[in-house]
């Protein structure tokens, strides 16, 4: 293949630090994506260039700037926290390269750029769900706890808006540093006040510190439920939290226990070529968007420049092992089922089991 045969993506993902289960999640399912369909799509040879950025936003942005520049990507991905997105936003502008955000799931990142597609999720895509469950099962007093950036404010306010439009009352909204947290004195603070419910929104990967100290604390004895977007009980972490996390409902757009063909296979294929590693909702983010490049490029018959490719990417709609997708031609933003799931076990391995579905969710932070 000659240099202008080859297409190049450009996937930045934190590989190290307190983000990396992001970054080898969504490593290991591009991976498989190239894997199952080839790294020939339109007569193009498909080049996979993968970038640490320790999920530091100044990072991000020096390597996205190498990629456009020295690399001549020919799209950007990956994207593992909200700062890292937002920052690559207006190199994405001005060089017209297509931005896979394949995880950074804050409302506001598809408006930071034209030229953002996002394949992972929002917050309030996710959190509205959880907040017209909880009073229907006896949940009206609830306190929220978030990270304190961008998808925890989203959870936070999303959350707190329509619990209280369903008659439920935030009792208090409690913010912790998203960098090296320390959630002691929050729970117990939490424990004081003796909500009916604790609401937590934590980036995937801290989601068992959360379980642990909630359960070490004796929370769930006291009569204090937790509840929450489904990153607190990630699949990739959930099997290793103990009996402790059995009950515990959420509301996401992925479970690895999914009950469909398409996402047995996947999960099958993924844990085979991974040591048995259960892929997560960040996977599933990293593996549809490897589809969604894929697509725009066989669209495009491989001649696609920035804007043809954005172009094919508007609009595509599929079958994803999370259920159906579709990218909102209008926002970029991805249209989705968002479902209610319990922690339960099944053969012996613990899995946020599906009973409920909310069909087709837009984001509603885009509804403003
Ligand atoms: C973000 C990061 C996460 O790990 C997650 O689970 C949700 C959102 C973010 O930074 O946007």
Known sequence: FAQDNIFKIGLILPMTGQQATTGR??????????????DTVAGKKIQLIIKDDTSIPDVTKRMAQELIV???????????????ALATAPLATQSKTPQ??????????????????????????????????????????????????????DAEKFFKDRLTFNGGTIVDSLRVPMRNPDFAPFLQK???LKPDALFVFVPSGAG??????????????????????????????????GDGALGVVTSHHYSAAHPS???????????????????????VGGYDGMRVIYEALKATKGQGGGDALLAAMKGQIFESPRGPIFIDAQ???IVQNIYLRKVEKKDGQLYNVEFDVIKDVKDPGKAR
Do not use: C, H
């Open 100 to 153: 896979v955000v394949m995880a950074a799931a804050t409302s506001s990142i598809t408006e930071a750029s034209p030229y953002i597609v996002r394949t992972s999720f929002t917050l309030p895509q996710a959190a509205v769900a959880i907040a017209d469950w909880a009073p229907k099962n006896g949940i009206k007093k609830v306190v929220t706890l978030v990270s304190d950036y961008g998808p925890g404010l």
């Open 70 to 84: 020295n690399d001549k990507v020919n799209v950007l991905a990956g994207f593992g926290i909200t700062p890292s």
């Open 190 to 192: 939490v424990r004081d």
């Open 261 to 283: 063909a398409v996402n047995k296979k996947f999960v099958e294929a993924f844990k085979k070529a991974n040591n048995n590693l259960r892929p997560n909702f960040m996977a």
């Open 331 to 333: 926002t970029r933003d």
């Open 208 to 241: 068992a510190a959360v379980m642990k100290q909630f359960l070490e604390r004796g929370m769930d004895k006291a009569g204090i439920k937790l509840i929450g977007p489904g990153d607190i009980t990630d699949d990739d972490q959930l099997n290793d939290m």
């Open 25 to 38: 999640q969504i490593e290991a399912a591009a991976k498989l994506y190239m894997a199952q369909n080839g």
